[in-house]
T-cell receptor, first 116, second 114 residues
Framework: GAVVSQHPSRVICKSGTSVKIECRSLDFQATTMFWYRQFPKQSLMLMATSNEGSKATYEQGVEKDKFLINHASLTLSTLTVTSAHPEDSSFYIC????????????FGPGTRLTVT | AQSVTQLGSHVSVSEGALVLLRCNYSSSVPPYLFWYVQYPNQGLQLLLKYTTGATLVKGINGFEAEFKKSETSFHLTKPSAHMSDAAEYFCAVSGAGGYQKVTFGTGTKLQVIP
């Protein structure tokens, strides 16, 4: 149980284009979802927290107009990187919590974004 | 405020030897503590967690960790390393209760030498 999927697993896009990454909870309702980015050989940095039906809460230093997060349903959250640039290349990971184990985050497999 | 310090970005052990990965935390509230493992180009998998109760926590794949409040530590151990244990390990802390922000350490890469 508690499986989180991400799509796509890898994406390459050209500078200036937008990319959407999906995060789905497959067998539970995700009341809260988190988006992280991870640079090579570094730890996870929280970008934003989203609750279903509410606006996302962004961490300090994260541009909300650049990283658009939508949590439209209890099983789906999306991260859209708008006008991507090479410095946005990173590994993006989502996680989700359910109604029962609200302190435990279930992680998706991650999405490798490369902007050329 | 909370933070996590993992001593040693790289740890090498021989197959069959003891694994010890160190983690110290700082938290202004009672902490929940976690250890995650990450294989290359994959997400994080929970190894074990401490919330309340018994301070010695057993997890998957033979790993365990002990919460020591007086030392603000949560070190991860495994009696005998296996080649499949080679991966990146992250210690993490959150405040007690639900929907808390989780802060991750910088990670320790474990190498297992045959």
């Amino acid at each position: 149980g508690a499986v989180v999927s991400q799509h796509p697993s890898r994406v390459i896009c050209k500078s200036g284009t937008s990319v959407k990454i999906e995060c789905r909870s497959l067998d539970f309702q995700a009341t809260t979802m988190f988006w992280y980015r991870q640079f090579p050989k570094q730890s996870l940095m929280l970008m934003a927290t989203s609750n279903e039906g509410s606006k996302a809460t962004y961490e300090q230093g994260v541009e909300k107009d650049k990283f658009l997060i939508n949590h439209a349903s209890l099983t789906l959250s999306t991260l859209t990187v708008t006008s991507a640039h090479p410095e946005d290349s990173s590994f993006y990971i989502c996680s989700a919590t359910d109604r029962i184990n609200t302190y435990e985050q279930y992680f998706g497999p991650g999405t490798r974004l490369t902007v050329t | 405020a909370q933070s996590v310090t993992q001593l040693g970005s790289h740890v090498s052990v021989s197959e069959g030897a003891l694994v010890l990965l160190r983690c110290n935390y700082s938290s202004s509230v009672p902490p929940y503590l976690f250890w995650y493992v990450q294989y290359p180009n994959q997400g994080l998998q929970l190894l074990l967690k401490y919330t309340t109760g018994a301070t010695l926590v057993k997890g998957i794949n033979g790993f365990e960790a002990e919460f020591k409040k007086s030392e603000t530590s949560f070190h991860l151990t495994k009696p005998s390393a296996h080649m499949s244990d080679a991966a990146e390990y992250f210690c993490a802390v959150s405040g007690a209760g639900g929907y808390q922000k989780v802060t991750f350490g910088t990670g320790t890469k474990l190498q297992v030498i045959p």
